[in-house]
């Protein structure tokens, strides 16, 4: 009986802090993609730059060049994103969090996995609301617009940082 009771107690431990400890993270996704037309869409040795690049939650990258040893090869970012309702996350098209190249803010509302395959398919310099799917959890956006944000994530900066309403009218600072 003791054993019973022993291990049902070690089991409702290791299960209460996999919920409490749950890893919180953004996943990027760099696959090598050319905009030539549909039939070569994928290069036949994209295999070599494609790449996984993960980042724990409040762990700024303000230089990607660094970490992601697939930085440089053409491509095209998208992400996963985890963690509890109100992660906010931001991508940088520039280096060291620079607003220049664009720039992508997430924040969850629930907490299920947030799964985006077009970081550029949001409406310019406004916030977005996407409710959850079968296929995602659900999240706002806020996208200011640059050529080619998809391809030039180069720094991302955890939580809120901007003052206000609108991140653009905002400098980027630690707060």
């Not at 994928?42 to 993960?54: G, M, N, Q, V």
């Not at 491509?75 to 220049?100: A, I, Q, V």
Request: hydrophobic share 35%; proline share 5%.
């Amino acid at each position: 009986m003791k054993i019973k009771i022993f291990f049902g107690g070690l089991i409702l431990v290791l299960v209460c802090s996999s919920v409490v400890f749950a890893k919180q993270e953004l996943m990027l996704s760099k696959e090598q993609m050319f905009d030539s037309g549909p039939a070569l869409d994928r290069h036949p040795f994209s295999s070599d730059c494609e790449a996984l690049y993960y980042v724990d939650l409040k762990e700024d990258v303000e230089d990607m060049r660094r970490d992601f040893r697939n930085y440089f090869c053409p491509g095209m970012f998208t992400l996963t994103l985890d963690g509890p309702p109100g992660t906010t996350l931001t991508l940088f098209g520039s280096f060291f969090f620079g607003k220049e190249r664009g720039f992508l803010v997430l924040k969850k509302r629930d907490d299920r996995k947030v799964w985006i395959l077009h970081l550029e398919d949001f409406p310019d310099e406004q916030w977005f609301t996407s409710e959850a799917t079968n296929k995602s959890g659900g999240y706002e956006a806020y996208y200011y617009p640059a050529p080619n944000f998809r391809r030039n994530v180069s720094s991302l900066k955890w939580g809120q940082w901007w003052e206000g309403t609108d991140p653009a009218e905002s400098e980027v600072g630690v707060k």
